[in-house]
């Protein structure tokens, strides 16, 4: 017996394991599936018509579609299909079809599934198919289905309203013809004048829908009118069960169409327009930008006009009993939007827009709910309970984002701060100190506030940005305190205001880019002198002993002068000579020789030449970092002193800068370009002028504005010098004769050139970029 009890313990063990492991291979694969299938997504939804009265759905997937759980509702009729780990990729959840007995798609996206539900005007027959990544679901036309009269379909709460307005229409003809123009001319004859046409750009086609209006069996078809070269291509005429709609393709988007009807004839012209004329026609349409209608009706009431209106457009709208009267419309092809605003103004009516709720009454109520309204929101507001949130600040400083709150100026954000020497100095030797800081900033005036007072300083660029009664975030009731030690921000506020406080936080607390302005100065130089003399002249020597030499010449002297004579009676070297033209200064080569010699006379000749050649290039290479929209500034040089005479003061000594200096104010774009007011000097001693030591100062600077990219060089100018000069010095008459003229002349050629450029490369750092 124990025997038995054991065999049946280990019977119900066994099935036991057998049923665990079966129910985890189940899941493990369903696992494998819903993964597999999680990577699938609805990428596309296509509207086909088929022969045989037929509508068919396809949903295209990015990978092999899977079965949908397909069920559906008669009343309302609707089909939905459901795809377990599926994701939706589309970019909106309605998609309107407006044929057949399809109203419109809409899909929908759960937690593990996504839901497409079609909408319909009747229950219909339908079928669903697979077809590799393409679900397809095709209907059968509801004028070929036997509805089911045992139950009610439910209708629109509206369509009773226009019913009572307008009896059911019917339209009589549908045709098309071409203008002289090109014009694509769609007559459409209607039983009633009466008839609701509405007209709408849809997916790059035009849609003219009729309201309450039936459409015969024989016109209910598609048009292919490509051939008549018109903006129109094809003609689609459907039929609801209330209401009938003409679908226009077009050839391209280069058209422009309008609708006006006339004893029951409705024409729906398009007409070919340029590019220019296209943006012309948007533009101008760009104020009203809803669907276009055509009413017309006499002594109809205002309530059931705007009911019409909200129905056939498919807006919230709400109207209250205090909206009375008659109106008398005769409207063709005008925006629905822009008709509302004609009833509106002709009755003294206002509208109020929230969300997508448009509230219409009288003039004067809407402002009078207003004000009801902020009353009663400060009544909650002075009630509702204070909350204290303690808010870290990184990057500014909280005694700036107080200021900031209590609407007064923030000086530091946005802003710069930079230490100075005054911060480490006395209080004694502060008004020197201002008074050289002063001097300092009139060198470098900012570039964009011309004509304001430079000592200002570019850190006030953002200044009076934030009046104290434009922009106060806390109430009557809220305050803020600082704790400087940890930079913290204290509020005391309402729920709602802390929020607000948050988010301007969270705007302003940011890092502050960098960028390194890199800048060259280069100064070439290239000179070149060239100068050629001659020198002769004849002496003689009149008696030996006497020692008394004559010099035939420019400069005749008497007595030994500056002839050189030896022992023997030797006349040597003459200065003094009949043609003195050598070189200005100490020539690098000279010739002299002794042309002619007889009895006491010597003739000498020396021929002088000299030739300056010089090339240089002088590089500065001054580079500065700051944050954006900060100044900065970097110098290096000199200060010349100069001693000035007063009769009152006696002798004061001044003080000029003699400096190679950068200034920079940057601005980094969205764009990654950098925007630069520059102000570049680079100024040197130049050559002494007076007896005391006064020397000049060469002056080289810039001021501009510019903007480079991101790493890019420019040069920002340049200034080239080039002085030439061709002189030449000769004796009249003896220089003009041939042949021995250059010996009665001195010539002086020089050719100097030099060149100024600035380049500057701004470089925003990448380090500071991540940081966001």
Not at 739 to 756: A, P, V
Request: negative net charge.
């Amino acid at each position: 017996m124990n025997n038995k009890q054991g065999d049946i313990m280990l019977n119900k063990t066994g099935r036991s394991l057998w049923v665990h492991f079966g129910l985890g291979l189940f899941l493990f694969m369903f696992q494998i599936a819903s993964a597999g299938a999680g990577n699938i997504s609805i990428q596309g939804i296509d509207i086909v018509t088929l022969p045989g009265d037929k509508l068919q759905v396809q949903l295209e997937m990015s990978g092999t579609a899977i079965e949908p759980k397909v069920f559906h509702t008669d009343n309302p009729a609707r089909i939905a299909l459901d795809f377990p780990g599926v994701k939706n990729a589309l970019d909106k959840k309605e998609y309107p079809i407006n044929q057949g007995s399809a109203r419109n798609v809409y899909v929908a996206e759960g937690a593990d599934r996504v839901r497409v539900v079609l909408n319909l005007v009747e229950s219909v027959p339908f079928d669903t198919k697979v077809i590799g990544n393409k679900v397809q679901l095709t209907l059968t036309k509801a004028k070929a289905v036997i509805p089911d009269r045992s139950v009610p379909i439910a209708q629109k709460p509206a369509t009773s309203v226009i019913s009572s307005l307008m009896p059911e229409q019917a339209i009589r003809g549908l045709d098309f013809k071409r203008g002289d123009r090109g014009e694509g001319r769609i007559l459409v004859s209607l039983a009633n004048p009466n008839t609701i046409v509405n007209s709408k750009e849809e997916g790059g086609k035009v849609v003219i829908s009729f309201l309450n209006t039936q459409l015969p069996g024989n016109l209910e078809k598609k048009l292919d009118v490509s051939d008549f070269a018109t903006p129109v291509r094809s003609i689609d005429a459907v039929s609801t069960n209330k209401d009938s709609a003409i679908t226009v393709s077009l050839q391209n988007s280069l058209y422009d169409y309008s609708l006006f009807q006339s004893e029951g004839l409705l024409t729906v012209e398009f007409r070919p327009i340029t590019a220019e004329e296209k943006e012309a026609v948007d533009k101008k349409r760009a104020k009203y930008t809803g669907d276009r209608l055509s009413l017309n009706f006499q002594e109809i009431d205002v309530r059931s006009v705007i009911a019409v209106l909200a129905e056939f457009t498919g807006q919230n709208v709400v109207a209250g009993d205090d909206v009375t009267g008659t109106v008398t419309l005769k409207l063709d092809d005008v925006p629905w939007d822009e008709a509302l605003d004609f009833i509106m103004m002709t009755k003294d009516l206002e509208k109020y827009e929230t969300g997508n709720v448009t509230l219409i009454a009288p003039q004067g109520k809407i402002k009078k709910y207003k004000e009801e309204q902020q009353k009663t929101e400060a009544v909650v507001d002075q009630l509702e309970p204070l909350a204290t949130e303690y808010l870290k600040i990184n990057y500014a400083k909280a005694e700036d984002f107080r200021n900031l709150l209590y609407g007064e100026d923030a000086s530091a954000i946005g802003s710069c701060a930079y230490v100075t020497q005054r911060d480490f100095s006395t209080s004694n030797s502060r008004s020197n100190q201002n008074q050289g800081q002063n001097q300092n900033q009139d060198q470098f005036q900012n570039p964009y506030q011309q004509g304001q007072n430079s000592s200002q300083g570019f850190g006030d660029m953002e200044n009076n940005l934030v009046s104290k009664n434009g922009l106060i975030l806390l109430s009557a009731r809220g305050s803020a305190v600082v704790d400087s030690r940890t930079n913290t921000l204290i509020v005391r506020e309402t729920a709602k205001r802390l929020e607000e406080v948050k988010k301007l936080i969270h705007k302003l607390d940011i890092p502050v880019r960098q960028v390194m302005i890199e800048s060259r100065i280069v100064i070439a130089s290239n000179t070149f002198a060239k100068e050629l003399g001659v020198r002769f002249g004849i002496a003689k020597q009149a008696e030996v002993g006497s020692g008394t030499v004559f010099g035939v010449g420019g400069r005749g002297t008497r007595g030994n002068g500056n002839a050189q004579v030896d022992e023997n009676g030797n006349i040597g070297v003459l200065n003094d000579a009949l043609v003195d033209l050598a070189t200005s200064s100490n020539p690098y080569g000279a010739l002299g020789m002794t042309l002619a010699r007889g009895a006491d006379y010597v003739l000498n000749l020396e021929l002088s030449a000299l030739q300056d050649q010089g090339r240089g290039e002088l590089v500065s290479n001054p580079r500065v970092m700051t944050s954006d929209r900060c100044l900065a500034t970097i110098q290096q040089g000199a200060k010349i002193p100069y001693v000035t005479q007063n009769g009152l003061s006696g002798t004061n000594t001044t003080f000029v800068d003699a400096v190679l200096q950068l200034g920079v104010l940057p601005q980094i774009t969205p764009n990654g370009s950098v925007i630069m007011g520059l102000y570049i000097t680079k100024n040197t001693l130049g050559e002494q002028v007076t007896e005391f030591g006064d020397r000049l100062i060469d002056k080289r600077e810039i001021k501009t504005s510019v903007q480079v990219n991101d790493g890019e060089t420019v040069v920002l100018g340049g200034v080239f010098e080039e002085e030439l000069n061709n002189d030449t010095n000769k004796v009249p008459f003896f220089a003009d004769l041939p042949g021995i003229g250059f010996l009665f002349k001195r010539t002086f050629n020089q050719d100097d050139k030099r060149e100024l450029l600035i380049f500057v490369t701004p470089k925003i750092i990448k380090d500071a970029l991540s940081s966001y």
